[in-house]
């Protein structure tokens, strides 16, 4: 089959569209002097962002950082990424024939750590409170001030391998850690620097490591090797000192008070090491771990005979199921965990979902407590009136748990709210009813009355019932007193101000 002339036409001017696009891409004559005006003056909008924080470094001897990386190009573009309205930036992206190519360039040239506001946000998330973390003293919920949010970002991702740090990994396997290793290395490790400071007494892993089950762990020797309490205490020690608000912490602090309220299975020290390995892999304390359990072919049985705790949220889960639940309903949980505070998320997340126990974040609480059992982690799961009571809102809202009355009247599930509304209806009607009742009786005495020729009752100042009068006045007293206490009763769970109580209240009156 032969190819049309049209069609050679086109694919030639495809072809040559497409190579002068990677012109552009690779030849354009960047400016460096404009690009150091913008890495070098502080207090410019561009000075925090990733590509200076990189142009800085080139121009650090001891960086180690390679010439690839700091080609004034691909620094330029990177910073074009981070912030395109620059004049010199519009003017390259105009040198393109379309959006497409210009886009093309910048995927391909653009460091993949080009963002400020991405570092900040992967900082300000993860410092709470508390944490020591490396970079958090630089850039925090409270504070995010330095000039360079590129190389905090760098060294909490060294230090704790998180789930934002997907492009800081991205970033180290496209330039190589040694072609960039003031970014992607620990200053132990780096080769540049003429003179290192030893790795403080906290980073360094526990001396276990030079067992052999933990340097090979798929010796057929290593199925019944033991890993010792006393190291992986040393391991939760580390994490927890470090990042104090992880489920697995607060697990250990519930071990530790031994009330009983965690299942000894899983106060195991393995067991709470693996658990906290399970949620942050990364971080230092998880090395010997990994090493046995993670590594392809690991015959240790401890491994799967004392895994994680099954469905404990991690700390990202539970961090975001409250922020996310105190978006839509403000609760007593929510007092204790924001985005700057939150020492205990689990905690928090437990308050929340056993206040609505329906919402759609909990969904992950409840699949943890019923794979872990609810008595085996009653610290969390158990129902305890006592611990959570449902939180009074002084306005108008909408959920299904409720404090009615008393204790014992706590709408839990739907169909509970559903009861609890025809209840409340039925003590309008009755309070209503009691009401009507009264008057009827007034008129129906006073036409027997009328009848048998008794005088009505005179109003005098002493006065003393006669004949059947002492029982009338029993019984009108005895319809108020019930009559009067349906009302307050009612006026009481109006004043929950639930929506559909609230309506509940008004249709049992008008009913």
């Known amino acids: ?135 958090c003293n630089l850039c925090n919920a409270t504070a995010c001030d330095t000039p360079d949010p590129l190389l905090a970002y760098s060294a909490g991702c060294l230090d704790m391998l998180m789930s934002g740090c997907k492009p800081w990994i991205s970033f180290c396997t496209q330039e190589t850690p040694a072609l960039a290793q003031a970014l992607c290395l620990a200053p132990q490790g780096r080769t540049t620097t003429a003179t290192s400071p030893p790795p403080p007494a906290s980073s360094l892993s526990v001396n276990v490591s030079a067992d052999p089950c933990v340097l090979d762990p798929t010796q057929p020797a290593c199925a019944s090797y033991t890993y010792p309490d006393s190291a992986a205490q040393a391991g939760i020690d580390k994490l927890c000192g470090s990042m104090p608000d992880m489920p697995g912490c607060a697990l250990q602090a519930a071990c530790g008070k031994g009330q009983g309220l965690v299942a000894a299975k899983y106060c195991a020290p393995f067991v709470v090491l693996a658990t906290l390995c399970h949620d942050m892999p990364g971080m230092r304390g998880c090395e010997d771990y990994k090493a046995l359990c993670n590594r392809a072919g690991s015959v240790v049985k401890q491994c799967s005979d004392q895994p994680a705790v099954p469905g404990l949220p991690t700390w990202s889960q539970a961090r975001k199921a409250v922020f996310s639940a105190c978006d839509d309903h403000p609760m007593a949980g929510c007092a204790t965990c924001s985005s700057s505070d939150c020492p205990d998320p689990l905690a928090s997340l437990a308050d929340i979902c056993h206040e609505m126990p329906n919402m759609a974040v909990c969904a992950g609480f409840w699949a943890f407590c019923n794979a872990a059992g609810a008595q085996d982690v009653a610290q969390w799961c158990a129902e305890d009136d006592s611990k959570y009571l449902p939180s009074m809102l002084m306005y108008f809202h909408q959920r299904t748990q409720e404090l009615l009355l008393w204790r014992q009247w706590r709408p839990r599930t739907q169909g509970q709210y559903v009861g609890s509304i025809i209840a409340i209806v039925a003590m309008g009607i009755a309070a209503t009813g009691l009401k009507t009742l009264k008057g009827a009786l007034a008129l129906r005495w006073s036409h027997l009355r009328a009848l048998s020729g008794e005088e009505e009752p005179q109003v005098v100042s002493v006065w003393l019932p006669r004949g059947g009068q002492a029982g009338e006045i029993l019984a009108k007293s005895a319809i108020t007193g019930i009559s009067l206490t349906l009302d307050y009763f009612n006026m009481l769970i109006a004043m929950t101000f639930n929506v559909g109580f609230f309506c509940a209240v008004i249709a049992g009156y008008i009913a």
């Open 1 to 135: 089959m032969t190819a049309s002339p049209a069609s050679l036409l086109l694919l030639l001017s495809s072809y040559l569209t497409l190579s002068t696009a990677q012109d552009v891409c690779n030849t354009y004559a960047w400016d460096s002097q404009a690009l150091g005006g913008y890495c070098t003056t502080s207090g410019q909008a561009t000075y925090r962002s990733p590509a200076c924080s990189i142009y800085r470094l080139c121009h650090d001897a001891s960086s180690g950082l390679g010439p690839q990386l700091c080609d004034t190009g691909r620094v330029f573009i990177s910073l074009c990424a981070d912030n395109p309205d620059l004049p010199e930036c519009k003017t390259f992206q105009q040198r393109f024939n379309s959006s497409a190519d210009y886009l093309s360039c910048m995927n391909t040239r653009a460091v993949k750590v080009y963002s400020t506001s991405a570092a900040e946000a992967f900082l300000v998330d993860s410092c709470s409170p508390g944490h020591q973390m490396a970079g």
